[in-house]
Each structure stands twice: as C-alpha cells, then as structure tokens.
C-alpha cells in the first residue's frame, strides 16, 4: 500500500484522528486501519492487526510531491485566471476562510463540458474529491491553488497601489 493509494476523504479521517490529543496511540492505529482498509480492525486478530500495520508502513513516509494535472477522469481543472469567475473566486476565499479544503477544490474541478456551478450537482464534485481523488492528487492541486492566489493577490495589489499612485500624480498636477 502506498499514499495514492487513499482518498482524500481518508486522509481527511486519519488527520483528524492523528491530530486528536485525546486518544493514546493504541486507539489512534486501530482508528487509522479501520479507515484505510474499511473494516472493524478493533474485531481482527492481533496477528491480522500486525500484518496490517506493516502494510500501512508507507504513512511514516511524506506524501510524494507530484504536478496537477489538467484533468482527473470526467473533470477538468480550472488553472488559468482568464477562465476562473468572480463567483468561484468569491467560494474559493469563502472555503479558505473556513479551511473546507474539499470546498476549495470544488470551486476548481469542474465536469468536462460545463462551466462552474452550472449544469452539474456540487454534491457529485464533493463526492469525488473525497471518494475517489487520491490524496496525492487532491493536496497537490490544494497546494497549488493556495500558491496561486496568493501570487495573484500579491500581483493584485501592486497593481491597483500602483495605479492609484499614478492616479494621485496626474490628480496633484491638475491641481497645481
């Protein structure tokens, strides 16, 4: 087993049980196979227990680092600025705001043939990002948008100061 091989919803599971305090380390592994193998590991053999506790070995290792692809399966991913709304950046900032990482990719992975929130049930996005996206996959493309925007915003705002300062120039020599 390796990281591509879990979801992003299980990876969402087993980071909310990792970063709990109030459970010893005993309860954490048998939370973190039950979630990675789909079964009860609490009604496993202690043999069963350790054979699979080998094979989850790989989440002592770091999540490889991969590109974003322009699309997963039936959808595509909005990478440009040109393409991105208004609306979907509003979502994005809204999402980030309350740390909804499966809401902030669904702003971006969008059904091939149809435009953002149009023609298409968001519940369905949602579904796949956490059921079907592999984590690899999902933080590369979270890590990207983050990255994004941080640089437009950056851009974004040396922009307008500088128009503002050429505006205020022009406006003080009509004054004089």
Not at 63 to 85: A, C, L, N, Q
Not at 114 to 134: A, F, H, P, R
Request: no cysteine; glycine share 2%; hydrophobic share 40%.
């Amino acid at each position: 087993m390796k990281w591509n091989d879990l979801t992003f919803g299980q990876y969402l599971e087993i980071e909310s049980i990792w970063d709990s305090k109030d459970s010893e380390l005993l309860d954490k592994t048998v939370a973190l196979q039950s979630i990675i193998f789909n079964i009860d590991a609490s009604k496993i053999s202690i043999s069963e227990f350790n054979d699979k506790l080998k094979e989850i070995e790989f989440l002592k290792q770091p999540i490889p680092i991969v590109k974003v692809k322009r699309s997963y399966g039936d959808y595509r991913v909005i990478m440009d600025i040109p393409e991105i709304t208004m609306a979907q950046y509003m979502d994005f900032v809204n999402f980030r705001e309350t740390n909804d990482k499966i809401g902030i990719l669904s702003v971006f992975l969008i059904p091939k043939g149809k435009e953002y929130m149009e023609g298409y049930s968001i519940d369905e996005v949602k579904d796949y990002i956490t059921n079907k996206l592999s984590v690899v996959d999902a933080l590369a493309m979270y890590a990207f948008f983050l990255r994004f925007f941080q640089r437009y915003i950056r851009l974004s705002l040396r922009f307008t100061r500088n128009r503002l300062k050429k505006m205020w120039k022009r406006e003080n020599k009509k004054k004089k």
